[in-house]
Every structure is written in C-alpha cells, then in structure tokens.
C-alpha cells in the first residue's frame, strides 16, 4: 500500500497559515490529482470489468498481487471504486467481521436483536421468468409509527447485524481495470501529474 502515495505528486503547503509574510512550507503528497486521475480510467469503461472479492482476500495488495501480479497496482483498485478507507471500505473476512461485531455491540446476539431502521417494502422482487428479467426489491426506510401503519407482507424490520452484514457485503462488488491495461493506465497517471 506504500506505492499507492508514491503515484501522487508532492506540493509545498503552509500547513499552519500563520505567517503570510514568511510561511513555513512542508512537503505534502497532493491528493486533489486523485478525482482527475479517477475520471480518465473511469471514462474509458472498455479498460475495466466487474469483479466479486472472495472471502479469502483479505487485504487490496492481495488482490493487486493476484491480478496483476505485482502490489504497485492496489492504488488502482482505490482509484475505480472509489475507496477512501481501505481497511473499512474493504470487505472484512468472515472472523474478522465477528469480530467487529463483537466489538462494536457487545455480541452477535444484541446485534442480531437490535433494531437498526424499519423499511416499507414498496416493491417485492420478481424471479426470472422465461419471458422476462429479475425485477429488485425495492424499499425506503421508514419512521416506527409508518412501519406500524403498513402491512404485514410490505414492512421489514433491519437488525444491526443484517446491516452490517449487508454492508460488508456490498463492498465485494468492485470493478477492477483489465490486466492488459493496467500499465498504461499507470503511465497515463504518472503522465497527469506532469
């Protein structure tokens, strides 16, 4: 993960701001190349695919080192998917995510059996059929004395643990660039900061 800053040019900066006439100046990396960067490989949707992170990829070097089989690439992975935390934006393990629970609610009991939002279910997913697509469930998240008000068949309660889960979950979908393209991808970065 130390080559992901490497790619990023440095400024001076006036980190206090005291002094106008006579500022003290420090190097720092500039982060604001970032969104630039972001938008010349997601603009080009040809150069990357979907991808599912399994449970045994624990960390985004791993998963830079699998694919293109060198860890300079992770930030690559930051970059199209928009993560700014890697360790919580990245899926957690399973005994890691217990853990996590455990941590933040006590036990996966309590998290189980608090509530964390009630929700209307405003439309019920459809399978596939042989003439037609999957449609999604679709909900919105409601105060108690809406969700009491709704029926039976169209509310839901959502535990913390279920959340939780869901959210851990939805950070496996990510979108990585082609392994024929990633060394271009990082020659036209490094050719952004000049």
Same mark, same amino acid.
């Given at each position: ?5 490497s790619?990023?040019? *440095? ?13 003290e ?11 630039? /960067? ?11 695919? $979907? ?28 970059l ?10 990245? $899926?957690? #393990?399973?005994?890691?995510? %217990? ?5 933040k ?13 009630? %929700?209307?279910?405003?439309?019920? *997913? ?8 999957? @449609?999604?469930?679709?909900?919105? %998240? @409601? ?8 029926g039976?068949?169209?509310r839901? /309660? ?5 959340? %939780?889960? #869901? ?8 979108? !990585? @660039? ?7 991808? !990082?020659?036209?970065?490094?050719? !952004?900061?000049?």
């Amino acid at each position: 993960m130390s080559e992901y800053f490497s790619n990023f040019p *440095r400024i001076r900066y006036d980190i206090n701001g005291t002094n106008s006439t006579s500022p003290e100046f420090s190097t720092a990396v500039n982060l604001l190349i970032r969104q630039k /960067i972001r938008d010349a490989v997601v603009d080009d949707i040809s150069i990357y695919y $979907p991808y599912v992170i399994p449970d045994s990829v624990t960390r985004p070097d791993i998963l830079s080192y699998q694919i293109y089989g060198d860890v300079k690439f992770t930030w690559s992975i930051f970059l199209v998917n928009q993560i700014f935390d890697p360790y919580w934006q990245w $899926p957690l #393990d399973t005994k890691t995510f %217990e853990k996590f629970i455990n941590e933040k609610y006590g036990s996966i009991g309590t998290a189980k059996s608090t509530v964390h939002h009630y %929700e209307y279910i405003w439309q019920h *997913r459809v399978e596939v059929t042989g003439t037609s697509d999957p @449609v999604v469930e679709r909900t919105v %998240e @409601v105060d108690y004395d809406t969700y009491l008000s709704v029926g039976e068949d169209n509310r839901r /309660i959502k535990y913390m643990f279920e959340y %939780e889960q #869901d959210r851990n979950e939805g950070y496996r979908s990510i979108n !990585l @660039v082609q392994p024929t393209y990633i060394s271009g991808v !990082l020659d036209e970065a490094r050719g !952004l900061f000049r």
